[in-house]
């Protein structure tokens, strides 16, 4: 299929990106106003604006919403906070159902604070990260397995987003690999893709798209060796994706592995979020073509397009189609 049948494919289909939905508060901040604390002597840092947008997940589903997909949801948990209540404006903001969201007073907004200095728009403290670190509390895990069961047969596309990097406190739980292990079994045709920081190895029977260090990673670990054959035996994945940044991406198959070229660009302006920028072309186009290489191809635009902007952007279909030549 080219490009613009994919596109024109897109607003009859739907998406639902479950997992950790995150905030991004984008602090620029100004070093004239670093004025010591009256009551400590500590410096402090002055934001004088923030801008926020949808991180994680959110980034996945603001992508989506992007390239036209008719509806996108997102299935998480957020904090009863402030965090949470700015999350849902700016995931509805664009256009995006926050109805699957769970809130609750037992878990903080999964929240990203990037500090920008005014002078130069540079990022350059360190971030400062709002997260949860107990197991997610078990009424709020049934809420999330109810959902899922209730309504994943409801979306052509699942992306199953799992970006906490701590050992427990993340939405996707042992629980929920399992059950998206089951729906995987049972509905074949479904897809459904996972993209997972630093538990790639413990998902069974879904497309996966580890970026290739998260691929060594989970390869070393368990077989002590760099094996991607051997990982996507492992995990039973239908399709693995092993996103290699300006090479491409490795699409290993059950009897083939092709690497996909990336769109060449000559000076990337921020890579931030291009992964996630990456699946959301990836999941609608698979779904659309069935053909993985197809897909690849068309992911591999979308994210060309975004690492062209600074924080966490996304492609509209003039821009994919401009940039595959159409």
Same mark, same amino acid.
């Not at 609750?104 to 400062?128: C, H, I, M, Q, W």
């Given at each position: 299929m080219t490009t613009a049948e994919i596109l024109e494919c897109l607003p009859s289909c739907s998406a639902l990106i479950c997992g950790d939905i995150c905030l991004d508060r984008w602090c620029t901040y100004d070093l004239a106003a670093a004025e010591p604390?009256?009551?400590?002597?500590?410096?402090?840092?002055?934001?004088?604006?923030?801008?926020?947008?949808?991180?994680?997940?959110?980034?996945?589903?603001?992508?989506?919403?992007?390239?036209g997909v008719g509806r996108a949801a997102v299935l998480g948990v957020i904090g009863d906070d402030g965090f949470g209540h700015e999350l849902t404006q700016a995931l509805?903001?664009?256009?995006?159902?926050?109805?699957?969201?769970?809130?609750?007073?037992?878990?903080? *907004?999964? *929240?990203?604070?990037?500090?920008?200095?005014?002078?130069?728009?540079?990022?350059?403290?360190?971030?400062?990260?709002?997260?949860n670190t107990r197991p997610l509390p078990d009424a709020v895990e049934r809420q999330v397995l109810g959902y899922l069961r209730q309504y994943s047969d409801s979306f052509d596309v699942i992306f199953v987003s799992d970006q906490a990097e701590t050992k427990q406190g993340g939405v996707i739980t042992a629980a929920v690999r399992t059950l998206l292990a089951d729906i995987a079994r049972e509905r074949p045709d479904k897809v459904i893709i996972a993209d997972s920081r630093i538990r790639v190895e413990r998902f069974r029977n879904l497309i996966l798209k580890p970026?290739?260090?998260?691929?060594a990673a989970a390869c070393i670990g368990l077989f002590g060796q760099l094996d991607y054959r051997r990982l996507r035996d492992h995990t039973e994945s239908k399709v693995l994706f092993v996103t290699k940044g300006s090479q491409g991406v490795v699409v290993l198959e059950d009897d083939s592995e092709k690497l996909v070229p990336a769109r060449r660009i000559e000076n990337p302006v921020d890579i931030c979020g291009a992964g996630d920028s990456f699946s959301a072309g990836l999941g609608m186009a698979l779904a659309v073509t069935k053909s993985p290489v197809e897909a690849a191809q068309f992911a591999n635009l979308?994210?060309?397009? *975004?690492?062209?902007?600074?924080?966490?952007?996304?492609?509209?279909?003039?821009?994919?189609?401009?940039?595959?030549?159409?």
């Open positions: 604390s009256r009551e400590t002597g500590i410096p402090r840092i002055g934001v004088v604006s923030s801008e926020i947008t949808p991180g994680a997940g959110g980034t996945i589903a603001n992508n989506v919403a992007a390239l509805n903001a664009r256009g995006i159902s926050t109805d699957l969201l769970v809130r609750s007073n037992e878990f903080a *907004t999964f *929240t990203y604070a990037k500090l920008l200095n005014a002078a130069t728009g540079e990022e350059d403290l360190p971030r400062v990260d709002f997260i970026n290739e260090q998260e691929a979308v994210a060309s397009i *975004t690492i062209m902007k600074k924080g966490t952007g996304t492609a509209s279909p003039a821009e994919v189609l401009a940039a595959a030549g159409q």
